[in-house]
């Protein structure tokens, strides 16, 4: 199914030599600059033609951030890839640049929840419909997407963590002339690697995974040349919304350990996810690798999924005795966290998704990060010991 690159072959991820790189660095410099000067007025001049390619100013092109993009676009079997300041400013420059006023999307249900309110304010007013599908259910996708300009996937989905077959669902979706879109910011290339299997467009919120360590905000999108062309021709330059040198910087190093980091939060979440099903106070455990077999296309899964509680257990106080799992958002790191439903739930920020698409009251989402099983397990069962309700 994996075709290209072997993501785990750790060869694919060595800088490669560049004269030009200063002082041959086993590490790329940051060229930390918003502009470049030119020898000449005819080098000036040719560049403005088009008739030769170099940074002229870093909102458009900038070395630090093409070398990411380069490895991006290796890693997921991209022609080329487009490096943004946020996985939102990914979501929003690709979507606008393939819709008009008019026209309909058809995206799968449970969805990253700042995408859900893009589509739902900013993209209602500019009068594009969205059409929420079952992205389990081929027979309603097919019903659907006649006439819609794109279709727009997660795999597995937000908080509920539901997989798909990819590669089915972008069949229906080149049959309708739709461009698909996926979010593969959950199972990164390493473990999914969807324009093998036939999408469109691959974008990620480089923040999570991609970067590793919690240190950046940043987002990817990558595909066939023409597709990130068009994206660079008439949204990004003008939304504005690029990646910066260091943030660039940072994801090169994230990227280097990557298969490793997966393999690491594969395991453990697995092991925390299979222990978690096995307690009383656990109604139901959202974790893909549960199920006797993955979906096809996805090789493997990451670290962060949700569970249920049954009636009994006080999350507010489940959640005050950990100590290593923090209250917090995002994920991607080292660091292990959890989010519970209830909060979520009582969102201002509208529309709030998690009541469109039910999320359960009792549900909590965790990433297991790398600070070891054992230790964060023994920090899980306290935690449920100490808020069991009478
Ligand atoms: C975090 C996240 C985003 C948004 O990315 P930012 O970098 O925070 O803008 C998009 N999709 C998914 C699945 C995410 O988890």
């Given amino acids: 199914?994996?075709?290209?690159?072997?993501?785990?072959?750790?060869?694919?991820?060595?800088?490669?030599?560049?004269?030009?790189?200063?002082?041959?660095a086993v590490v790329p410099p940051i060229v930390q600059t918003s502009l470049f000067t030119f020898e000449t007025y005819d080098e000036m001049v040719?560049?403005?033609?088009?008739?030769?390619?170099?940074?002229?100013?870093?909102?458009?092109?900038n070395p630090t951030v093409r070398h990411f993009e380069d490895m991006l676009a290796k890693l997921e079997g991209g022609e080329d890839a487009l490096a943004f300041g946020s996985g939102m400013a990914a979501i929003s420059s690709t979507v606008i640049t393939f819709i008009e006023p008019g026209d309909r999307i058809v995206a799968v249900k449970h969805l990253y929840?700042?995408?859900?309110r893009l589509f739902g304010t900013l993209l209602k007013r500019m009068k594009v419909d969205v059409t929420y599908v079952d992205g389990t259910d081929l027979e309603a996708v097919e019903k659907a997407m006649p006439g819609a300009k794109l279709f727009?996937?997660?795999?597995?989905?937000?908080?509920i963590m539901e997989p798909h077959d990819v590669a089915a669902l972008s069949v229906i979706a080149k049959k309708h002339g739709a461009v698909s879109v996926?979010?593969?910011s959950w199972a990164s290339p390493i473990f999914q690697r969807p324009l093998s299997l036939g999408v469109d467009l691959v974008l990620h919120s480089a923040s999570k995974y991609l970067g590793g360590h919690s240190d950046v905000v940043a987002g990817v999108v990558t595909g066939s040349k023409d597709l990130i062309d068009r994206i660079r021709g008439e949204?990004?330059?003008?939304?504005?919304?690029?990646?910066?040198?260091?943030?660039?910087?940072?994801?090169?190093?994230g990227l280097r350990t990557l298969p490793i980091r997966m393999k690491a939060h594969e395991a453990a979440g697995l092991d925390i996810a299979r222990r978690l099903q096995a307690r009383p106070e656990v109604e139901k455990v959202n974790h893909p690798g549960l199920a006797n077999q993955l979906p096809p296309g996805l090789s493997g899964t990451s670290g962060l999924f949700s569970f249920v509680f049954r009636e009994g257990v006080d999350i507010r106080a489940f959640a005050d005795k950990l100590q290593?799992?923090?209250?917090?958002?995002s994920w991607g790191g080292h660091e292990s966290l959890i989010v519970p439903g209830q909060v979520v739930l009582q969102q201002k920020a509208q529309p709030n998704s998690a009541h469109a698409f039910g999320m359960h009251p009792r549900s909590v989402r965790l990433h297991v990060g790398l600070e070891g099983t054992e230790a964060l397990w023994r920090d899980l069962e306290e935690a449920i010991?100490?808020?069991?309700?009478?």
């Fill in 1 to 24: 199914m994996i075709t290209g690159i072997d993501p785990f072959d750790h060869a694919s991820f060595v800088v490669a030599h560049d004269e030009t790189n200063a002082f041959e």
């Fill in 385 to 390: 010991d100490a808020a069991r309700q009478p």
């Fill in 152 to 159: 727009y996937m997660e795999s597995p989905t937000s908080w």
């Fill in 46 to 61: 040719a560049t403005y033609r088009g008739e030769k390619t170099r940074p002229v100013y870093s909102r458009g092109l």
């Fill in 235 to 253: 949204a990004l330059p003008y939304l504005g919304g690029k990646m910066s040198p260091f943030d660039a910087w940072l994801l090169i190093r």
């Fill in 113 to 116: 929840p700042d995408a859900f």
């Fill in 182 to 184: 996926i979010d593969n």
């Fill in 324 to 329: 290593l799992f923090k209250l917090g958002v």
